[in-house]
Structure formats: structure tokens, C-alpha cells
């Protein structure tokens, strides 16, 4: 599903990916060193993992799946054409879903934002904005792509505050070393999962 779109795209999409992360990283270093600001590890990871997101998604949205059909403008209606489980209804409907987790999880974060109804305006005008490009370069609008979108965005905003309200409560959470750890496990097993790398097999031959 999203796995395998990213890895179809990877091979067309990492060069941009590695030139525009050493410039950000390098302006960004600079900008900490020159500002004598705080550098923190899981802070610093999140940003990249952000640009790498919009990168990806912008890749996905404006050249991925040429199997262009007709403009739906009827709310629901793409929906319901799919029986559930079905290879059409998780790349379409689910994978609509999950492909905008991580913005609605992201802007939550980056804004320090625990209001849904912010999360809801954020994800529906990203979300038009990409079906009305996608219309004028050839594709297709589809109304239901954006109610799936920003509920996808919606369920990665409620995830950032559901954390955030635990991080509040357990004291360990706010400890930013153990934030790093975990931020960079938490990448580290999101890389095995994408790779298919089995780290036991490796070890135990």
C-alpha cells in the first residue's frame, strides 16, 4: 500500500530527497551554531522527516498512478463502489486515508496545535489544493479523495494529542534524551519495515 508506492517511487525520487536534506541540514546546523540555539536530536529528526514527507507526498499526488478515470464531484460515491478488503478498497480508500497520517500528525507537532478543528482546516485546503492541481495537469478531481484525506489528516492530529497527553503525565516521557531514543528507534523500525530488513535474521543467521 503506502510501502509499496514509496518504494516504487524511491528510485525517481531520491536524488531530490538527499540534496534537498543536506541543504536544510547544513542551513539548519549553521543557523544552531551561529544562533547558539539548543540543538536537540528528536526535534531536529521531525523536521527532516516532515520535508521528507512533503517531498514524497508532492512526488505521489502530481506523478504517480497515471490510470486516470473521470472527475467524481458526488460526495461518497468512489467510496462505496469498493467491497472492503478488497486491493481496490486499501489502495484507494485506505491508502487515501494513511497518506495524510502523517501531515495531519506532522502539522500538530510543528504547531504545537491540539485543536481538531485547526487540524481540519489545515488538511481540507492541502487537500482541495492537490485535487485542483491534479485536475488542471491532466488527472482527475475527486471529491472523495479530500473527505478521505482530511479524515486521514484528522486521525493523525488526534494521534499527536493522544502522545502528547501521555508525554504530559509520565515524567520519563519529558526527558528530551529519552525522546531522542525513542524518535530514533521508532525511525529505524519505520526503515527495516520499508527495506524489508530483518535485523534477527541477520544476527542469528
Not at 36 to 51: S, V
Amino acid at each position: 500500500m503506502i510501502k509499496d508506492v514509496f518504494m516504487e517511487s524511491l528510485p525517481n525520487i531520491w536524488p531530490m530527497i538527499v540534496i534537498i536534506l543536506v541543504i536544510v541540514s547544513s542551513l539548519r546546523i549553521a543557523y544552531l551554531i551561529t544562533k547558539h540555539k539548543k540543538f536537540l536530536l528528536h526535534k531536529e529528526l521531525i523536521y527532516l522527516i516532515a520535508i521528507t514527507y512533503i517531498l514524497c507526498l508532492f512526488y505521489v499526488v502530481t506523478f504517480q498512478d497515471s490510470n486516470y478515470g473521470i472527475s467524481n464531484y458526488v460526495p461518497f460515491k468512489e467510496i462505496f463502489r469498493y467491497s472492503i478488503g478488497s486491493k481496490k478498497f486499501i489502495k484507494n480508500i485506505l491508502g487515501n486515508i494513511m497518506l495524510f497520517i502523517p501531515y495531519g500528525f506532522l502539522s500538530s507537532y510543528l504547531l504545537k496545535n491540539r485543536k481538531i478543528s485547526v487540524t481540519f482546516i489545515l488538511c481540507l485546503i492541502v487537500s482541495i489544493t492537490i485535487e485542483v492541481v491534479q485536475y488542471h495537469i491532466g488527472r482527475v478531481f475527486d471529491i472523495d479523495d479530500i473527505i478521505l484525506n482530511v479524515l486521514g489528516g484528522i486521525i493523525g492530529g488526534l494521534l499527536f494529542i493522544g502522545i502528547d497527553a501521555i508525554r504530559s503525565k509520565v515524567r520519563i516521557l519529558k526527558n528530551d534524551t529519552v525522546i531522542d531514543i525513542l524518535v530514533i528507534l521508532i525511525l529505524l523500525l519505520v526503515i527495516m519495515y520499508s527495506f524489508n530488513i530483518n535485523i534477527f535474521g541477520m544476527i542469528w543467521g
